[in-house]
């Protein structure tokens, strides 16, 4: 991790959040961000612009027509593992829990289709971007607040919602305890700083 995002992580509160992310196991399916014309450099958009940046500004709008790519088959839980590790993708079941508690602000939705190896292609999944600018919001990405990541830093209150909507095969932990093992990995690293 960088210098910088060290410092903001050291800057935050993590207690009573938890990190939740999709499970990874191989029986999960597993997904990627795709679009028409996808180079072998997969993150290069249309155009030559960084998916990665895309995203960091929050401009879904510019984004070329897109969909969730499957690379590993398997059960599609409330939130699918994403392999770049840069998307949060939810079933509309996770953003249905997230409205009906009254979480409809600090996050963008993309939804997406998502298109097996085998088999048509479905609706029901979206790309959760939060709207990272806020770091006292009820959702946030994790570790990073200025990026998008496939893990989200969720206050207490959202974890129950989900939880009491049925929400599944989340993996959740602890958010105060992997902030201080990333923080203190990175001061014991002698490249940091």
Known sequence: MLTSEIAVMERLTYEGRSIVQARSGRRQAWGLLAWEGQQEAWNVLPGGRDVGDV????????????????????????MMWDGAMMFSFVSDRFVKAL??????????????????????????????????????????????????????????EVLSALAGAGVDALEVEDASLRAAALIAAAEDDPEHG
Not at 62 to 77: D, E, Q, R, V
Not at 104 to 132: A, H, I, M, W
């Open 55 to 78: 995203l960091r500004s929050g401009d879904l709008d510019s984004l070329p027509s897109c969909w969730i790519k499957i690379w590993n088959t398997g059960a599609y839980g409330d």
């Open 99 to 156: 409205q009906d508690a009254g979480f409809v602000t600090g996050y963008q939705l993309l939804p997406l289709e998502v298109r097996p190896k085998k088999g048509d292609g479905f609706s029901g999944y979206s790309l959760l971007l939060p709207d990272n600018r806020d770091p006292d919001v009820p959702i946030r990405s994790f570790p990073y607040v200025n990026r998008a990541t496939s893990s989200l830093d969720l206050a207490e």
